[in-house]
């Protein structure tokens, strides 16, 4: 497979979409545009650049945030009063992300989600179509967030 370049899909998605208006700006600017963008993130492989990785990683390791997590929830170093039985435990709060780094990872992936919907944005600016653009936007990935 030699020759093959890796590209984060979002980087397609913003190439083509960037194409797609640039063609419709020339060919059919007087005729209304729908556009589906569907992104894959932040479903797995959970992979992002390693720039964004790295800016989340900066905030902390895992095994760093998830004891501030048990601290906060048992009342830790705060004066609060210690977790009885009723009070959801840190590992109840994590337990979606039990694959060591997930959490920064998935927060890796969201902001660059994020970003990239914000690149589209401007290719909508740039071409004078964003006054009259409806977005909507949805997840079903409501189980992680």
């Not at 208006?21 to 932040?42: A, I, K, T, Y």
């Not at 650049?49 to 004891?67: I, K, M, N, R």
């Not at 994590?94 to 690149?119: C, N, Q």
């Not at 740039?126 to 079903?140: E, G, I, K, R």
């Amino acid at each position: 497979m030699s020759g093959l370049v890796q590209v984060h899909s979002h980087e397609l998605y913003v190439e083509r979409t960037r194409q797609l208006l640039q063609e419709h700006s020339n060919l059919h600017s007087d005729l209304p545009l729908f556009l589906l963008l569907s992104l894959q993130s932040p479903h797995s492989p959970h992979e992002t650049p390693d720039t964004y990785l790295q800016y989340f990683e900066e905030l902390g390791t895992f095994s760093q945030l998830q004891t501030k997590v048990h601290a906060q929830l048992r009342g830790g170093g705060g004066g609060g009063t210690p977790s009885d039985t009723t009070t959801p435990t840190a590992d109840d709060f994590i337990s979606v992300f039990d694959e060591p780094g997930m959490r920064l990872k998935h927060a890796a992936l969201l902001y660059y989600m994020d970003e990239t919907i914000g690149r589209i944005v401007k290719e909508f600016e740039n071409h004078n179509m964003w006054q009259d653009t409806l977005v909507v936007f949805a997840s079903d990935n409501g189980g992680c967030a």
